[in-house]
């Protein structure tokens, strides 16, 4: 995991503590407990909530129980604390699991949770403990770590794998602010392909799903560099074979996802073939409602997109691969390492784009402007110069402003996004295309 060892300003993501309280918050029957200063719990659930306004789920946010240490725990140590802590928590809270995880200041201090934890055995649930100081990584890495501990000390390994039995990973609580309509809906076509699937961290989730995971034949990675070194890890493990692949949005992606798993688990290709062109039948059928629309308006725009890791490429290939648009640039806004941004920029490469958008790592915001503005023929002063026009532009909520700045119109896709409530839509698979379409439109008829 890459350290960011410079400025950012308006971070799209946290420290590696916040993934772990979001993917904790979104557990069925999970409850944190934090072992760090108070101010760690308050912020990152302010942050948390940057997710499209994700809520509190089970027992996470500003209800997350916290040892809460100051500077006499600094001085001489916050073990006793946590003790404390814990026996209160299993006196007054209501969980199928527990999470002890660790902040900056107790992992500087040296505090060994680990061994408090060890010194109270037995106790009456399981306890999940990790290290999750916010120095160690942000909060993608956080996600990462938990899904490995969980699979190292709490979900079983099982020897008899069950053929039909898929997890998926690789998307980030509040993180990927649409996580539960995206998970949902890719669950719902391979139980339709006849497969089970754990997602963990949807609705329907309990900790049945999470405890015979290890019976999984295949672990499914929806994101090129996130969850995929907890997916190595899972292999060794549990002796689960991993598939990493990008997020299908989209007919046509969402056709090849499907393909994809049915070949690796060895599904009836008349079986998958049956089922997709029922899918696509549907899926076009809805579409066309919608072409007298885009007929009647200037629906074709030149578009940017601003998103991390696992979200920009699928976008991107959507609007130029699905819907005709031309992406100029795609920017990813996380802190990756070289071996990470060249992960990426061959999964780039391999994307069939009609004209080929510019690829931009860059964390900071104004420079995301800036790089456009030095870089596009429309602000350099010929007013000849073709333009980025009609323009669209995918992002955060901070994007906001440089749709502005090309006089286009905008639709919030990535954390951090404050300007509209994420419950349960997503815009993967079928049913998220569909979604994507209709947001897009409604968002250039919104000003009429």
Request: hydrophobic fraction near 40%; include cysteine; proline fraction near 4%.
């Amino acid at each position: 995991m890459a350290i960011c060892d410079k400025p950012i300003e308006r971070p799209r993501f946290s420290c590696m503590l916040g993934g772990v309280l979001a993917t904790t918050g979104a557990l069925p029957k999970t409850v944190p407990i934090i072992h760090g200063a108070q101010g760690c719990g308050g912020s990152l659930a302010q942050g948390i909530l940057l997710g499209g306004y994700y809520g509190t789920g089970y027992a996470g946010s500003g209800g997350t129980p916290s040892t809460n240490i100051s500077e006499s725990e600094i001085i001489f140590g916050g073990e006793d604390k946590l003790r404390e802590e814990i026996k209160g928590v299993f006196e007054v809270m209501q969980g199928d699991l527990f999470v002890v995880s660790t902040a900056c200041m107790t992992d500087i201090i040296g505090d060994d949770a680990k061994a408090v934890i060890d010194s109270m055995s037995p106790l009456p649930k399981p306890v999940v403990f990790l290290e999750s100081g916010g120095f160690k990584g942000n909060s993608y890495y956080g996600y990462g770590r938990l899904i490995e501990e969980l699979f190292l000390q709490y979900i079983p390994v099982s020897e008899k794998k069950n053929p039909k039995a898929v997890n998926i990973l690789g998307l980030v609580p509040a993180y990927d602010p649409f996580f539960r309509g995206d998970l949902t809906e890719l669950k719902r076509i391979l139980n339709l392909l006849g497969l089970e699937v754990n997602t963990f961290i949807t609705n329907d989730q309990t900790q049945e799903n999470l405890l015979r995971a290890g019976e999984a034949s295949l672990n499914v990675i929806l994101s090129r560099v996130y969850g995929v070194e907890a997916a190595k890890t899972i292999k060794e493990s549990h002796g689960i074979d991993y598939l990493v692949t990008d997020l299908p949005i989209g007919a046509k992606a969402t056709e090849n996802f499907v393909k994809l798993i049915a070949d690796r688990c060895e599904i009836d290709k008349k079986e998958v073939d049956k089922l997709l062109n029922a899918e696509i039948r549907q899926y076009y059928n809805y579409v066309d409602r919608a072409t007298d629309v885009i007929a009647d308006t200037d629906f074709q725009n030149y578009a940017v997109v601003v998103a991390n890791a696992t979200q920009a490429l699928p976008y991107a290939a959507y609007l130029d691969n699905e819907i005709g648009w031309i992406p100029t640039h795609v920017f990813i806004t996380d802190d990756l390492d070289e071996e990470q941004e060249a992960i990426i920029r061959d999964a780039f490469d391999k994307i069939e784009f009609e004209t080929r958008p510019d690829l931009v790592f860059e964390t900071d915001t104004f420079k995301i402007q800036q790089y456009i503005e030095q870089n596009t023929p429309q602000f350099l002063a010929d007013e000849y110069y073709p333009t980025i026009s009609p323009a669209f532009v995918l992002g955060s909520t901070i994007e906001r402003r440089l749709s502005e700045v090309l006089k286009g119109n905008f639709l919030s896709v990535s954390y951090p996004i404050i300007n509209r409530m994420i419950i349960s839509k997503g815009y993967a698979g079928f049913y998220g295309g569909l979604n994507l379409l209709e947001d897009l439109i409604s968002a250039q008829l919104a000003g009429r």
